[in-house]
């Protein structure tokens, strides 16, 4: 056991199988999460990684295979919690435009995929279980990998399949606003012939 503060802690952790030291005391070891990427990435794209990795698959459901992360947890919290991680993902967003010059279409599938887990996080329970699923941290990095690879093989960067992810995304939108709208109208002349 060590003194850290006034709390008694273990000296070895179920995560690592050392300590550190320092100053001859015997410190906490850290917490950092370490990822080994599966491609080959550009500079400073491993941050973004870790924080997708965090925000969407950092814990694993014991007895299931099923990994979840901050962005689930918090969605927890009403309302609140599925803000504080819509501001992450648009963090990341603005950072995939701003130090990564994605083009715009790309650029708009994942502001749209920020927009549907945001929205679809706040309806309590089912949306909880849309953050599980859907994750849209580690679909905006993949984006991002996808253009970064294009890049590097000095490739135009496609946009196709952003293009149609958006139109699709739209013609799902204008058909339930037109399915509200019809429901709308039925319950107006529903109350009318009431009258």
Known sequence: MVAVGRILRPTVWFFTDRTQKKEGRTTLPSLKPTIEPKRSQPPGMEGLE???WLMDRAFQIPGTKIRVGLDA???LLPVGGDFLTGIVQVGLVLVALKRYHVPKPVAARMAANVLLDTTLGSIPLLGDLFDVAFKA???????LQ???EQRQRNEAVSSKSS???LVGLAGVL???LGLVFIGFVTVIAWLVKRL
């Open 50 to 52: 870790q924080l997708a």
């Open 73 to 75: 947890l918090l969605g």
């Open 137 to 143: 941290n580690t679909r905006n990095i993949k984006l």
């Open 146 to 148: 996808q253009v970064a």
């Open 163 to 165: 293009i149609l992810f």
């Open 174 to 176: 204008l058909l339930a």
